[in-house]
């Protein structure tokens, strides 16, 4: 046997990685967004999602792979569901996932796009990320791999993202998604509810209609049960 033969193994491996879901190539607004939105400090890689662009190409993606990775968010791959788009991921040095990035929708929801892409349900513990301010509109708080509580109202427009559970502890009036990478076990919790959006594990489900009064500005809690997000009052 060659000496080559151990000097490796190759072995099966998952990827656990959030997708970043690029819908500009606007440099100058991207890198604005990122800078307000983005809160963590660590190098985290993502896959680059640029299905929704209607003409990607290496010149407008090289550059915004570029901001991306000063801000220490690493491109891992390019997804697009064409395959066709596997050269363009070649140009950029980057390797080539084929496959849709939208999350599922449970039965009631009707479009919105997910943020997070379920992958893997082991998630190590680590601390619970505590938020004692309001977040606003355009803010983006992310829980890595632990659950985030928030102590002040979520403003329309904002997004809570945990690996884990969320609770908020005040009124919810903009995103929430629990277990984004994957751990149907979330759950999200809150003491008004009034969201646009919620999300376990990649199943979202929209609020573009009238909630009902047994939960509408109430105590709640939203779980995944067999592929469908159920909200429930809290006292029930």
Not at 38 to 67: R, Y
Not at 114 to 136: E, G, K
Not at 215 to 221: E, S
């Amino acid at each position: 046997m060659s000496s080559a033969a151990n000097l490796f193994d190759i072995k099966s491996a998952s990827l656990d990685l959030l997708a970043i879901v690029l819908r500009s190539t606007d440099l100058p607004a991207l890198q604005a967004a990122i800078q307000q939105r983005f809160n963590s400090h660590e190098p985290e890689p993502f896959v680059l999602d640029i299905e929704q662009l209607p003409a990607p190409d290496s010149n407008t993606l090289a550059p915004v792979c570029a901001m991306l990775q000063q801000h220490g968010l690493h491109i891992a791959a390019v997804r697009h569901r064409d395959t066709q788009y596997a050269a363009l991921a070649h140009r950029l040095g980057l390797p080539f996932i084929s496959g849709s990035g939208g999350g599922k929708s449970s039965a009631e929801s009707v479009s919105a796009p997910a943020a997070a892409a379920p992958v893997a349900d082991s998630i190590l513990p680590t601390p619970t990320m505590i938020i004692d301010r309001p977040v606003r509109a355009g803010q983006q708080i992310y829980a890595k791999g632990g659950d985030l509580v928030v102590l002040e109202m979520v403003s329309a427009g904002a997004e809570l993202i945990a690996d884990g559970s969320i609770h908020v502890y005040a009124p919810l009036r903009g995103r929430a998604l629990a277990g984004a990478r994957g751990n149907t076990a979330a759950r999200i919790f809150v003491k008004s509810m009034e969201a646009e959006l919620v999300s376990i594990a990649g199943v979202y489900r929209t609020i573009e209609q009238d909630l009902p009064q047994s939960i509408k500005g109430k105590p709640t809690q939203i779980y995944l049960e067999q592929e469908r997000v159920v909200m429930i009052p809290l006292d029930k």
